[in-house]
């Protein structure tokens, strides 16, 4: 088998699980649809390891870029099918089948009870399928095809409980909210097509340098820079998926779905495709300053704000989701300074132990017979010593302890911001510090309520209190593994080698943003990483939560409480999520709904339906009224009209005969 | 002597003369029928005549079928007559008014 | 000098046109149809004229002889009187007449001596061994004969359905008549009168 087949086997394993179990779920047990389709992830999984081994280890700057068949084609455009096989996607590949297979795993325990449990499994290996199709298109056409349908996926999952109603609204809300962020990115799409004429990566890239001059007036008298504008549109759209602000606010909603689902969509891979998407654009936003900067305040601020929403929340799968939602404002300020390799070094780490934090709430809720609420629960480390030993490892990835994981890609980020000479960069390394001390506080703030302190739940849930079955616990081994090593054995092939697994082309990189060098510097192997740590900032600010995290929490757990009371403002404020919902809620829906109701009643019921459909109807009636008073019955008047047709075409010929013609 | 033109008017006169009979025509539905074979006629007379006057016969073999086929037509046309004579026991034209809106 | 066909053209043209009038004038249905068969006569002589004696005789055989004679039968079998008043026909009489003459007008002009004149169209002529008969089956026994055979299908099909739309059943036979039976009801055969009760006996 060749590389192409391989690739193909990678994506549509998972298909074929999906499609089968899918069509079989109402008929097969239980056990076969997981066999089915964790047997086509593992399938993925397998392939995608040897693509791995083949593009990053063998052939260190392989580049495959394939086109399968052709869809459709005018004029010299073309929309292609198409594949490209390089670092880039090797790695979100690994990440992708890796994470997905041991969700798949995991939800064997999780769901085990579930009546949709196979339709469960034929969602998640749809989007497993998704997913793949969106890291390795080789044009917009099959990455907009991979966003839409792990989109189309993730609506199904967050409302996977259909009847019960927050998980519909949820869902509805994650659409909605997504299909304002695909707008803006079709749009980038349409305007890449129409200058550019192709939608291939390839001959977009190259012929990216030549648009930077060019210009757009899309509102007369204000003129925009062609590259800025694009990069801005596709940037909406990583908005939506990636969940920055100012439109984050579906992905805590999306915790209604199932725990699995949080980990494998809402956290490793889903929410990360914008990450992907702008490194993956790298020669397109390069050409834009504006748009960098854009990029980097936007992520810095959701990195700091949403961490701060995490500290007041209850429900332990909504602090990670803010948590989630934070480190991807980590993630895209990388990517805003041009530190794309570490926006994607940071997405790698976050997806293995965010995956893990995910799945190991999914252990307490199902230990708490789903009671997600922090307030319930206290010392579950007595009953849950494995679910709290990986939750542990997974805070301490997650707030960049070294030698953790998160700590070699989060470090070098706050750090790349640093370096950073784009305008506001000072202000992203202000926010980025502050939320590692965020971070921090209310990474441990969950971990302190969860499973110290007093035991706070009823009687009865005390009883049954239990660790979770193996089939749960090895998928979180797995994952802790890498939480653990990952950053350790990745940081120097992905960030500060220059012969690297993202040094060949997968990403671009103009001179005069390039931190990364001046970061290559500083490198002095993996230990002297480790070992400058307490040099940063960063370090101390997270030493610093865990110290104010262990003091509320362990220490004076009246505390919180007290500090709520003395300053309430900003304690509605962190309630109220900075009133983000409010604003849409009050504002923009309500707008939309008084506009709609407008156009409802007044031009649709009135206009549409009373004056053109039933006054059609009733103009018709009235012609037929007066129509059917020229249907005598007589044929004798019949006859009469048709020797006046008669004449009157005669006559006609006649004229044309003797004056036209 | 005699032309082509001679035929083709005393045709069209056939013709527009039948045509006033169906449309003045009052009482008798059978009279409509003869009117529509005279107007038949009328066309069949132009058929044969610039057949003959220009050496192409395939005109007259169309008037053949025109004859067959008039044939049936008032074979088919009496019978509904005799039909609505049956049930209505009239055929006044003025009578048979059923398409009235 | 007029020769002797331009008087015989002449002579049954004008005859055709007037018993056409006749036609659509007189006043019984049965004059109607004898006026009709004038027509035809002359239509048959103007036709021998052209040299086309198949056809001619054609019609005057499948016409007169068959069609004519069913028009005949029909209405002598249906008898119908009705009173035919010349206001009632004369309604529209001017206004057709009006639009009738408009329309031979411009056919005379179309069709009249402008367009095919002798000069333009030359007179009748054939060679002496022309025989129309012979011509005709020449053409339709070889280059029509579908289109003859599918006009002998037509002929089958209209006789067939001439017959089933006037036939009604045998008259003699005493059969039942299964729609009536199904569609007898109460209200239709039973009457309920109301009356004055009988006591047997005296009292």
């Not at chain 1, 725990?259 to 990360?272: C, E, K, N, Q, R």
């Not at chain 1, 799945?359 to 809720?365: E, Q």
């Not at chain 1, 003091?551 to 309430?568: D, M, T, V």
């Not at chain 2, 082509?4 to 029928?33: D, E």
Request: glycine share 8%.
């Amino acid at each position: 088998m060749g590389i192409h087949e391989i690739t193909l086997l990678t994506i549509f394993a998972p298909l074929l699980g999906a499609i089968v179990t899918g069509l079989a779920c109402r008929v097969w047990s239980n056990q076969a649809a997981h066999s089915m389709t964790i047997g086509g992830v593992a399938v993925g999984l397998m392939s995608a390891l040897y693509l791995a081994h083949w593009t990053l280890i063998a052939h260190p700057g392989f580049s495959d870029n394939w086109t399968l068949y052709t869809w459709a084609s005018y004029g010299s455009s073309h929309f292609d099918v198409g594949f490209l096989l390089d670092g880039l996607s090797a790695i979100m590949l690994v990440v992708v089948t890796f994470v997905s297979l041991l969700v798949h795993i995991y939800s064997i325990g999780y769901m085990e009870e579930d009546p949709g449990y196979p339709r469960f499994f034929a969602y998640m290996s749809l989007f497993t399928f998704a997913m793949l199709c969106l890291v390795l298109g080789n044009n917009f056409l099959v990455l907009f095809f991979g966003w839409e349908g792990v989109g189309l996926v993730s609506y199904l999952l967050i409302g996977f409980w259909f009847k019960k109603d927050s998980a519909a609204e949820g869902s509805l809300k994650a659409f909605l909210v997504n299909r304002v962020g695909d707008f803006g990115f079709l749009i980038g799409i349409a305007l890449l097509l129409s200058y550019v004429g192709s939608l291939d990566y390839a001959e977009v890239f190259t012929k990216a340098p030549a648009l930077a001059n060019l210009t757009i007036s899309v509102i007369p008298g204000v003129v925009w820079s062609l590259p800025t504008l694009i990069c801005l549109m596709l940037f909406i759209g990583a908005m939506g998926k990636s969940a920055q602000v100012p439109l984050h606010v579906w992905l805590p909603e999306s915790m209604e779905g199932p725990t699995p689902i949080s980990a494998l969509i809402h956290a490793a891979t889903m929410v990360t495709a914008g990450v992907y998407m702008v490194a993956r654009m790298s020669p397109l936003f390069e050409l834009s300053d504006v748009a960098l900067t854009t990029v980097m305040l936007i992520g810095s601020t959701g990195a700091l704000m949403m961490g701060l929403v995490g500290i007041v929340q209850h429900d332990i799968k909504r602090v990670i989701a803010y948590s989630t939602m934070s480190q991807l404002g980590y993630m895209m300020a990388a990517n805003g300074v041009s530190a794309y390799a570490l926006g994607i070094f940071h997405l790698t780490t976050h997806a293995f132990f965010k995956a893990l934090l995910f799945l190991a709430a999914g252990s307490v809720i199902m230990g708490m017979h789903h009671d997600q609420d922090l307030r319930h629960m206290g010392n579950l480390k007595k009953y849950m010593p494995w679910t709290y030993a990986v939750f542990l490892i997974g805070t301490l990835a997650l707030v960049a302890l070294p030698p953790f994981a998160g700590y070699f890609s989060k470090d070098a980020i706050i750090e790349a911001v640093f370096l950073s000479t784009l305008p506001g960069a000072k202000y992203a390394y202000v926010c980025l510090v502050l939320g590692a001390f965020v971070t921090s506080f209310y990474s441990f703030r969950a971990l302190f309520l969860a499973f110290h302190g007093k035991e706070r739940m009823s009687t009865h849930q005390r009883d049954s209190l239990h660790e979770s079955p193996w089939v749960v616990r090895v998928p979180l081994l797995l994952l802790a593994l890498p939480s653990v090593i990952i950053g350790a054995v990745l940081v120097e092939p992905m960030v500060y080698s220059h012969a690297g697994f993202l040094s060949h082309g997968e990403i671009t990189v103009l001179p005069n943003h390039d931190v990364m060098t001046t970061l290559h510097h500083h490198f002095d192997g993996v230990w002297h990483l480790v070992e400058i740590a307490p040099q940063g900032p960063a370090f101390w600010a997270t030493l610093l939560g865990l110290g104010f995290a262990w003091i509320a929490y362990i220490k004076a757990p009246a505390l919180p409480n007290q500090l709520a009371a003395s300053c309430k403002v900003c304690y509605q404020v962190l309630v109220q999520k900075f009133g983000f919902d409010w604003f849409y809620q009050e504002v923009i829906v309500k707008f939309a709904d008084s506009t709609s109701q407008v156009l409802y009643k007044r031009l649709d019921m009135g206009l549409i339906d009373g004056g053109i459909v039933n006054g059609s109807g009733r103009m018709v009636a009235y012609v037929a009224g007066l129509m059917r008073r020229l249907q005598t019955g007589y044929l004798y008047h019949y006859a009469l009209i048709m020797l006046l047709g008669l004449v009157a075409m005669v006559t006609w010929f006649m004229l044309r005969h003797y004056h036209i013609g | 002597m005699i032309g082509l033109a001679h035929y083709l008017v005393l045709s069209s006169m056939l013709f527009v003369i039948s045509f006033i009979g169906i449309v003045i025509n009052r009482r008798h539905l059978i009279v409509m029928l003869m009117c529509v074979e005279m107007m038949l006629l009328a066309v069949n007379m132009h058929f044969v005549a610039v057949s003959q006057y220009f050496h192409d016969i395939s005109g007259q073999i169309f008037v053949f079928f025109i004859l067959a086929v008039a044939a049936a037509e008032s074979a088919i046309g009496l019978a509904i007559l005799v039909l609505l004579y049956r049930c209505r026991q009239t055929i006044d034209v003025e009578s048979i008014d059923q398409l009235k809106g | 000098m007029i020769d002797v066909q331009t008087l015989t053209f002449f002579a049954f043209s004008g005859l055709l046109l007037l018993s056409a009038g006749g036609v659509v004038f007189s006043r019984h249905a049965v004059s109607s149809v004898m006026f009709l068969i004038l027509c035809f006569l002359c239509s048959t002589v103007l036709w021998l004229m052209l040299h086309a004696e198949f056809l001619g005789l054609a019609l005057l055989f499948v016409y007169v002889g068959a069609v004519m004679t069913l028009f005949l039968f029909v209405v002598m079998m249906l008898n119908v009187k009705i009173d035919a008043t010349k206001a009632r026909l004369l309604k529209y009489f001017p206004f057709v007449l009006v639009l009738g003459g408009g329309l031979v007008t411009m056919l005379w002009l179309a069709l009249g001596p402008d367009a095919f004149s002798i000069k333009k169209t030359g007179v009748l002529a054939f060679s002496e061994h022309y025989n129309n008969t012979r011509a005709i089956g020449e053409v339709m026994y070889t280059q029509f004969v579908i289109p003859l055979e599918l006009t002998a299908g037509i002929l089958l099909v209209a006789m067939v359905a001439a017959i089933a739309l006037t036939f009604r059943g045998s008259q003699q036979r005493r059969v039942q008549d299964t729609p009536k039976q199904l569609m007898a009801s109460k209200a239709n055969n039973l009457r309920i009168v109301s009356m004055a009760s009988e006591h047997e006996g005296g009292e």
